[in-house]
């Protein structure tokens, strides 16, 4: 049974469709990206599946089971967890506050999930009684993933991981998404370093006009030249 699945999945904002008709197949295992140009609806596909954007057409199933429209605490409840692209920290909380926040839902896994947090992103512990707000953009990035992670998701969405961060941060961040994916997490998400994030993808989703173009392994898409030329820069 698929970690999650899409159906042909409509939706938008004030009675405008923006998503019309994205498929999607994910399995646990796996680490999917989706990418495409500006205003394809690659942020909005990871809202609704979050349950911040109403779905009025197709399904969303999480292990199988429908999930469209369920409010995002009762989705944590479930297993997913969601790290959005701004505002992803709490700035005035130390590190580990910020962390604590994540397993509000599993208070009794504190102690163990800080330890797990902490090796998965070594560079937080020295800081964990630091203000969030004083860390640079990919050590906030990293607490935010972090605090997704304390409440034990099988499914991590990301959005935008990268956006603003050095190249050297941007590498770690993928690193870490493949380390947290390879200790049972899947992990879906939308990035606008696309030859980056589809070199570590197991599953590749070009969005463009809320449609799928194309969906195929990373490594494939990388090797498309329509592709390559339409989405990817040549």
């Known amino acids: 049974m698929p970690l999650l699945e899409a159906r042909d999945v409509h939706g938008g904002y004030g009675g405008m469709n923006i ?39 197709g399904d969303i199933l999480l292990h199988g089971e429908p999930i469209q429209n369920l409010a995002p605490n009762k989705l944590v409840q479930r297993g997913m967890g969601f790290v959005p692209q701004e505002k992803n920290v709490f700035p005035s909380l130390s590190v580990e506050e910020n962390l604590e926040m994540g397993a509000f839902l599993k208070p009794g896994n ?23 707000g004083e860390l640079s953009g990919g ?4 607490v935010a993933m972090g605090r997704a992670l304390m409440a034990e998701p099988t499914l991590l ?28 997490v899947g992990i879906l998400m939308v990035e606008q370093n696309a030859k980056q994030a589809l070199a570590i ?34």
Not at 115 to 127: I, N
Request: charged share 20%.
């Open 110 to 132: 504190v102690k163990r999930m800080l330890a797990k947090v902490y090796e998965f992103f070594p560079p937080l512990t020295e800081k964990r009684r630091q203000p969030a």
């Open 19 to 57: 998503l019309n008709g994205v498929n999607m197949l994910l399995e646990a295992d796996q680490v999917g990206v989706i990418v495409g140009p500006n205003g394809a609806g690659k942020s909005t596909m990871l809202k609704a599946i979050f349950g911040l954007l109403h779905v009025n057409q």
């Open 157 to 184: 969405l990301l959005d935008e991981p990268t956006a603003g961060l050095s190249p050297l941060y941007m590498n770690e961040i993928f690193d870490r998404v493949r380390e947290i994916n390879a200790a049972g």
């Open 201 to 234: 993808a197991d599953k590749g989703f070009v969005l463009a006009a809320g449609q799928n173009r194309f969906t195929d392994t990373g490594e494939a898409l990388l090797a498309d030249p329509d592709v390559a030329k339409s989405f990817l820069g040549g």
């Open 139 to 142: 050590q906030r990035q990293m």
